[in-house]
């Protein structure tokens, strides 16, 4: 008796009676014939039995539930049609110099990052009129704030279409984006697409799709006002004052969108969550905070206390008895430490860890 073991590791028996009567009842040792796709299962079998994952997620899902039936019908397999099955597929990766990317799509992904904008624009267009690609699957990369205007001037069978082809978070976040009157209209509009064609479906991607594309992209991702905001954060308070008195003289409106973007050290009690404190606090350079406690003392006392407020007791205490201990420093040195808080503080909005309240109008 010999015990071999098969591809799911279990021990098998075989007997090897009849060898020595000149071959009589010797056990074929012939490998199976198997068809290509049966010979792919039997890898992604053996891929999966050492804990290696062979990227099945990464196929189309009639790929993938082709595969699962192939692997449920194959039974067991004999150790000389693994051996052959696995020596062909290694001389196949041996063989293989180069793969390239599977159509435009993925030719664009792996290009992207070295192609033109205007390149890329003009290849995301030829791809998208390529046959078989599917428009829901592009648009539904587009960001909230590229797909919300269509909520507006878009019908609301188009827009209910749109809400049912995404994700249930991108739906609600583009449901909150718009008027609560309209927000109810679309909801229930949503109800009424129980009857409507598959083909009808991809006619209205490819055209919401192309309403998308047809945008130029922006050179910026923030507006005019935002951006200039941004650079007068970080300049000091007398300087910023007199910029924005002179944008006022020239252009009132966008001068008021500045100052909205603005958020300085004083603006902290009005922006900041109190229960964010702590994270700000976590994130910070401990010596910064207390030069920027020392300077904002007289300078922005309201700023500090707030923090100090919001705080663990016995941590607040510490703080503004060495902020207190400190004394006043330079006026350059505590603009720089409130202005390194406040960076801080976006910086950690920017990455999601906390959340900014709306500027007051």
């Keep these: ?28 040792v012939t ?13 992604v079998r053996l891929l999966l039995g050492q804990g290696v994952s062979p990227g099945v997620q990464k196929l189309a899902p009639h790929h993938q539930t082709r595969l699962a039936h ?13 051996a052959a099955v696995v020596r062909e597929f290694t001389d196949r990766i041996d063989n293989l110099a180069l793969s390239f990317p599977d159509g435009l799509g993925e ?63 991108k739906a609600a976040a583009l449901l909150a984006e718009v008027p609560e009157d ?19 479906v991809t006619r209205i991607g490819a055209d919401v799709a192309a309403i998308l594309e047809a945008v130029p992209p922006q050179a910026f991702s923030k507006t005019a006002a935002e951006r200039v905001g941004a650079i007068l954060n970080s300049t000091p308070q007398a300087a910023r004052d007199k910029m924005l008195e002179g944008l ?23 922006r900041v969550e109190p229960g964010d404190v702590p994270i700000i606090v976590r994130k910070a350079d401990a010596q910064s905070i207390i030069v920027a406690f020392a300077a904002g003392l007289s300078a922005a006392p309201l700023s500090v206390e707030f923090l100090l407020e919001n705080m663990s007791k ?48």
């Design 1 to 28: 008796m010999e015990v071999l073991r098969d591809v799911h590791g279990n021990s098998s028996s075989l007997s090897l009676d009849g060898v020595a009567n000149g071959g009589a009842g010797m056990i074929d």
């Design 31 to 43: 490998p199976k014939r198997m068809g290509q796709q049966q010979k792919a299962a039997v890898i």
């Design 70 to 82: 192939i692997i449920s019908e194959l039974g067991n397999i004999d150790r000389q049609t693994l």
């Design 107 to 169: 030719t664009i992904d792996l290009l992207e990052p070295h192609l033109g904008e205007d390149a890329l624009s003009a290849l995301r267009s030829a791809a998208a009129n390529s046959e078989g690609n599917d428009p829901w699957a592009r648009i539904a990369k587009q960001p909230v704030d590229r797909l919300s205007p269509l909520m507006e001037s878009e019908s609301a069978e188009v827009c209910a279409v749109l809400l049912s082809k995404l994700t249930v978070a």
């Design 182 to 200: 309209r927000a109810q209209i679309l909801a229930h509009t949503v109800a009424l697409t129980e009857t409507i064609s598959p083909d009808l």
């Design 248 to 270: 006022n003289d020239k252009d009132a409106p966008f001068a008021k969108e500045v100052r909205k973007s603005i958020f300085s050290f004083n603006h902290i009690p009005e």
């Design 314 to 361: 016995r941590l607040a205490e510490q703080m503004r008895d060495e902020a207190e201990g400190l004394g006043a420093p330079k006026p350059e040195e505590g603009e720089a430490a409130m202005s390194d808080l406040v960076s801080t503080i976006r910086d950690l909005a920017d990455q999601g860890e906390i959340t900014l309240l709306p500027p007051p109008e």
